[in-house]
């Protein structure tokens, strides 16, 4: 099992940043996907970035320049930089870790609300 603790959302107006984080604790291991899906109201999850455990990065188009993925192996902690806000951010944003080549080892966070108001 893997438990994954968000941080970092919150509200902010338009044009305004936020960092995320999420912080992975239990059977860990790599090579891993860490990443963040987001859902707005009455919408499906969508990936939003991920991050392998060597540092490779996907970003949906919608948040390419604008968002950025890292992580601190050591730490076993992934972050989302989230710059130039706009409200169709609006999203619970959820935290998840898969093992690479393993099905159905992937776990999710409980997700945290991120508002940006216009």
């Known amino acids: 099992q893997v438990q994954l603790v968000e941080s970092g959302g919150g509200l902010v107006q338009a044009g305004g940043s936020l960092r995320l984080s999420c912080a992975a604790s239990g059977s860990i291991f790599s090579p891993n996907y860490m990443g963040w899906y987001r859902q707005a109201p009455g919408n499906g999850r969508e990936l939003v970035a991920r991050?392998?455990?060597?540092?490779?990065?996907n970003y949906a188009d919608s948040v390419k320049g604008r968002f950025t993925a890292s992580r601190d192996n050591a730490k076993n902690t992934v972050y989302l930089q989230m710059n130039s806000l706009k409200p169709e951010d609006t999203a619970v944003y959820y935290c998840?870790?898969?093992?690479?080549?393993?099905?159905?080892?992937?776990?999710w966070g409980q997700g945290t609300a991120v508002t940006v108001s216009s």
């Open positions: 991050i392998d455990s060597g540092g490779s990065t």
């Open positions: 998840y870790y898969k093992r690479a080549a393993i099905y159905n080892y992937e776990f």
